[in-house]
């Protein structure tokens, strides 16, 4: 199974990316799907996960970011809006069968190689 993350690039404050994962490779199962960050501890932090129609958003990115899943193409995406310097860092897809880890790092199985992501002023 496999994860691969595409759409980082480099934005200015205030403007908007779109992150898309592609899961390959897996069952066909439930599953969760979400996004983490590089923290600047290099701590992985929690920022969005969805399993059908729920979605959970740690308060950082709450009504800037929007999680969405395509479960027929085994998608996932994450629209980022306002950026700020802030959000500058790596992003990694993440999923996991049946159930939601929530928006700490143990427990998610799976683990994409990451997109950067830079926001300049």
């Known amino acids: 199974a496999q994860l691969v993350e595409s759409g980082g690039g480099s934005v200015q404050v205030g403007g908007s990316l779109r992150l898309t994962c592609v899961a390959s490779?897996?069952?066909?199962?439930?599953?969760?799907m979400g996004w983490f960050r590089q923290g600047p501890g290099n701590e992985r932090e929690g920022i969005a996960t969805?399993?059908?129609?729920?979605?959970l958003y740690a308060d950082s990115v709450k009504g800037r970011f929007t999680v969405s899943q395509d479960t027929a193409k085994n998608t996932i995406d994450l629209q980022m809006d306002a950026l700020t310097p802030e959000d500058s860092t790596w992003y990694f897809c993440?999923?996991?069968?049946?159930?939601?880890?929530?928006?700490?790092?143990?427990?998610?199985?799976?683990w994409g190689q990451g997109t950067q992501v830079t926001v300049s002023s």
């Open positions: 993440v999923a996991n069968y049946d159930y939601c880890p929530g928006l700490t790092r143990t427990n998610w199985r799976y």
């Open positions: 490779g897996f069952h066909n199962r439930r599953k969760c």
């Open positions: 969805i399993i059908g129609d729920n979605a």
